[in-house]
């Protein structure tokens, strides 16, 4: 009598175990205090060609206001066309076309969309235009992010991709914004 109450018990426990292995579990919000700040004052980020175009520049990157200001200049671009800019999640250049920088950075969870116009991805910026001779003059905005710190927001050490086309800011989950023409990762400056 003994082998079938246990045999029952640990079928009982089983059934108990898989009914709450369904139930999502839910994170805990983390308690309200100061927002993650940005702890080093500059960094750069070389961009290299990748997917066989010929674009390539220099960025630096500052803390301000609400995130991280990226400026600088960016050159082998189409003439007169608009262009997409986003940090991406992995500092990582090596793949020939840039994939092995991951998607954008989002570490909140966000759609994709366009800075200052609502829920956007952290990595998400405004598009570079370039001139007639192909140059963008680069003077975007991160919102969200820091520069340094290693909070879960921190963009050092992270990858900066230049793109074929420019940013629709709306297509999920990355505005539609073609090959990946440069990449370059975040560094501190020292």
């Known amino acids: 009598m003994f082998p079938i109450l246990r045999t029952a018990s640990i079928a009982v426990a089983t059934l108990?175990?898989?009914?709450?292995?369904?139930?999502?579990?839910?994170?805990?919000?983390?308690?309200?205090?100061?927002?993650?700040?940005?702890?080093?004052?500059s960094a750069v980020a070389v961009m290299a060609s990748a997917s066989g175009s010929l674009v390539s520049g220099k960025l630096t990157l500052r803390p301000m206001g609400d995130g991280v200001h990226l400026t600088g200049e960016i050159g082998g671009l189409g003439a007169n066309r608009s262009h997409a800019i986003h940090i991406h999640e992995k500092g990582d250049c090596s793949a020939a076309d840039a994939s092995s920088a991951g998607g954008?950075?989002?570490p909140s969870g966000q759609p994709?969309?366009?800075?200052?116009h609502?829920?956007?991805?952290?990595?998400?910026?405004?598009?570079l235009v370039a001139d007639a001779e192909g140059v963008a003059k680069v003077d975007v905005h991160a919102s969200g992010v820091t520069l340094g710190g290693?909070?879960?927001n921190d963009v050092a050490g992270r990858a900066v991709i230049v793109h074929a086309a420019?940013?629709?800011?709306a297509s999920?989950?990355?505005?539609?914004?073609?090959?990946?023409?440069?990449?370059?990762?975040?560094k501190i400056a020292r």
């Open 16 to 41: 108990a175990l898989a009914a709450c292995g369904g139930q999502p579990v839910k994170k805990p919000t983390p308690p309200p205090g100061p927002r993650p700040v940005s702890t080093a004052q």
């Open 112 to 116: 994709h969309g366009q800075v200052g």
């Open 150 to 152: 290693g909070a879960i």
């Open 118 to 127: 609502g829920p956007h991805h952290a990595g998400d910026m405004n598009n």
């Open 172 to 186: 999920q989950p990355a505005g539609n914004a073609g090959a990946r023409l440069a990449c370059g990762i975040i």
């Open 166 to 169: 420019a940013d629709d800011y």
């Open 104 to 106: 954008h950075f989002n």
